[in-house]
């Protein structure tokens, strides 16, 4: 059964494959690399619950577990250096999702809504998890943005718009990127107000 939750999980999954592709050309030890392994350990908590929800709700756990399960498990393992060959199960995860694209297809059809949200919240994260990686590209030699933890800061504060600036863009490049993350937090901010107003109202409407 198909939800908007597994769409969500479907394209974070290719997502992860083009992040992890990138740590290909980066210094293992450079505050870039560091940062993307610190999404990278995030993006493993969500599939390794999803897999535990799997499992939970699967008739027959025993059979689901030796047939896909075991995969999504693996592929759950955040990739450090150490263990950075076992970036290669993420591959078989993609390959299941590509072969399900029809239903994905058919999901985002008949439920176009929910899909939207599901749209909307993915592009959220990849936007958060882009822009401060490439800030802290542009940024770690002349700026003030050095560290994983001072990128993550910066766009945690960027994205909620708080606007707490201890830690900001100096280059032309970062701050046209706090310019995308603020207006993503607002646009994300305004989808979310809306997705509860319509829940509200949709409770509502079934009490009446």
Same mark, same amino acid.
């Given at each position: 059964?198909?939800? &908007?939750?597994?769409?969500?999980?479907? #394209?974070?999954?290719?997502?992860?494959?083009?992040? #992890?592709?990138?740590?290909?050309? #980066?210094?293992?030890?450079?505050? /870039?690399?560091?940062?993307?392994?610190?999404?990278?350990? #995030?993006?493993?908590?969500?599939?390794?619950?999803?897999?535990?929800?799997?499992?939970?709700?699967?008739?027959?756990?025993?059979?689901? %577990? %030796?047939?896909?399960?075991?995969?999504?498990?693996?592929?759950?393992?955040?990739?450090?250096?150490?263990?950075? *060959?076992?970036?290669?199960?993420?591959?078989?995860?993609?390959?299941?999702? &590509?072969?399900?694209?029809?239903?994905?297809?058919?999901?985002?059809?008949?439920?176009?809504?929910?899909?939207? *949200?599901?749209?909307?919240?993915?592009?959220?994260?990849?936007?958060?998890?882009?822009?401060?990686?490439? /800030?802290?590209?542009?940024?770690?030699?002349?700026?003030?943005?050095?560290?994983?933890?001072?990128?993550?800061?910066?766009?945690?504060?960027?994205?909620?718009?708080?606007?707490?600036?201890?830690?900001?863009?100096?280059?032309?490049?970062?701050?046209?990127?706090?310019?995308?993350?603020?207006?993503?937090?607002?646009?994300?901010?305004?989808?979310?107000?809306? *997705?509860?107003?319509?829940?509200?109202?949709?409770?509502?409407?079934?009490?009446?």
């Amino acid at each position: 059964m198909l939800s &908007v939750t597994k769409l969500i999980i479907a #394209l974070l999954s290719l997502f992860s494959i083009g992040l #992890l592709s990138a740590t290909f050309f #980066l210094d293992p030890k450079s505050e /870039v690399s560091r940062l993307i392994e610190y999404y990278d350990i #995030l993006l493993c908590i969500v599939f390794f619950v999803d897999f535990c929800v799997q499992l939970y709700n699967a008739k027959n756990r025993k059979k689901f %577990f %030796f047939s896909i399960g075991w995969l999504d498990l693996i592929s759950s393992i955040p990739v450090i250096h150490e263990f950075r *060959y076992v970036r290669i199960f993420r591959v078989f995860r993609v390959i299941r999702i &590509v072969k399900s694209i029809r239903l994905l297809i058919n999901f985002i059809r008949t439920h176009k809504v929910q899909s939207l *949200y599901g749209f909307i919240l993915f592009i959220s994260i990849t936007t958060v998890i882009l822009t401060s990686t490439l /800030v802290l590209y542009f940024e770690k030699d002349i700026g003030n943005i050095k560290t994983a933890e001072d990128a993550i800061w910066w766009s945690f504060v960027s994205v909620t718009t708080v606007g707490y600036g201890d830690h900001y863009p100096v280059t032309t490049i970062g701050r046209a990127l706090s310019i995308v993350l603020i207006s993503t937090g607002i646009a994300l901010f305004g989808a979310l107000i809306s *997705y509860i107003t319509t829940k509200v109202e949709s409770i509502k409407e079934k009490g009446q």
